[in-house]
């Protein structure tokens, strides 16, 4: 097991009476039980923890079918007492079936760092929707005096963000730049909304996909093909394929034709705010999950023989001192110094070393 010095095990009981499918459990760096052998236990897939490599959770599930996270950063184990869990927290929050108030089985929505309850069970959807990207996700809910579900847009919070009278979120999209494709629930037709409730762009089109480098692909219907709109619904030319919006921000990675991984940031005007000339090498072992860049509002980048992180503005956030360096995942981001593995905070703060 990787990340923070625990380790899964399953010691060998000939006499255990126990379903030899659920004796899995973690111990520390210093041999210690801290989840007894008594799971089975889902650390991930291809080398990475869901929502994080070296960093987020795995997911555990007992024999009588209850479902736990441990976190592999701080330790914290919540315990198998979920009816189901999404095995992929999203922004530091996962999804979890259990009963909510009034003994119904509702989602909701747990901090993957402390397990605290963020938002309260109730609403209506499989658990493994309702992903949160880019600070918000859509979910659906029963609305008791129409008698069917509701779709909705919220935040970190739970609080529901309005939309246009007459549409609803489109189940299928996510927020990205500012913009959340919405259906006329009278036409069934697509248009964007933007974070304040406001149509923005007509509902026109059959399919609307989220805006990606300022444009998104749309179609009209299905004999007149895709083609692109900018954020005024304006025809545009199609993006070139160097050029990466920057998670979360209104900038674009562009990358030259070295093919190097140097690259430049530009803004939504096309200013350039690090050049070519910089040197920088944008690092792409960034966190799995995650979308594009500048996780968590930072990006690891390589000059120089060393590792360091810009923030969204393109200045030196945490100085170019490590060996290595992974973007951050959950409020952390692993880094090494001197074969020495450590995992750092936002301010460039050692959080825990390897001893």
């Not at 030899?20 to 007894?36: K, L």
């Not at 499989?126 to 008698?147: L, P, W």
Request: glycine residues 10%; negative net charge.
């Amino acid at each position: 097991m990787r990340g923070a010095g625990y380790a899964r095990f399953s010691p060998s009981n000939p006499t255990s009476t126990q379903d030899d499918e659920y004796n899995e459990g973690i111990i520390n760096r210093d041999g210690e039980i801290v989840v007894d052998p008594q799971y089975i236990i889902d650390e991930g897939y291809d080398g990475y923890y869901y929502d994080g490599k070296d960093t987020g959770v795995c997911v555990v599930m007992n024999e009588a079918g209850l479902f736990g996270f441990f976190n592999v950063v701080n330790g914290y184990f919540s315990g198998a007492i979920y009816e189901a869990i999404a095995n992929m927290p999203s922004e530091g929050l996962t999804q979890v079936l259990t009963q909510d108030a009034h003994g119904e089985s509702r989602v909701g929505y747990v901090d993957a760092i402390t397990g605290e309850m963020v938002i309260a069970p109730q609403y209506d959807m499989d658990v493994y929707n309702g992903r949160f990207t880019n600070g918000y996700a859509i979910v659906k809910q029963k609305d008791e005096s129409a008698g069917s579900l509701k779709t909705y847009l919220i935040d970190r919070k739970g609080n529901q963000l309005s939309m246009p009278e007459g549409y609803e979120p489109s189940a299928d999209s996510y927020v990205s730049e500012n913009r959340i494709a919405v259906v006329n629930l009278m036409t069934g037709l697509y248009g964007y909304a933007d974070l304040n409730g406001n149509l923005v762009i007509d509902s026109l089109y059959t399919e609307a996909e989220p805006f990606d480098q300022r444009v998104a692909m749309v179609m009209r219907g299905e004999d007149t093909g895709w083609e692109y709109i900018d954020a005024k619904g304006q025809s545009a030319p199609e993006p070139p394929e160097k050029s990466y919006p920057l998670n979360g921000t209104s900038l674009d990675l562009v990358f030259n034709d070295e093919g190097d991984m140097t690259a430049q940031v530009v803004d939504e005007q096309d200013n350039v705010l690090i050049p070519f000339s910089e040197g920088y090498l944008f690092n792409l072992d960034y966190s799995f999950g995650s979308n594009n860049y500048f996780n968590e509002g930072f990006q690891a980048l390589y000059k120089d023989d060393r590792f360091g992180f810009i923030d969204e503005k393109g200045q030196i956030a945490i100085p170019f001192i490590y060996d290595e360096a992974s973007n951050f995942s959950n409020g952390l981001a692993q880094v090494t110094v001197d074969h020495r593995m450590m995992y750092i905070d936002y301010q460039g703060n050692v959080v825990w070393q390897e001893p």
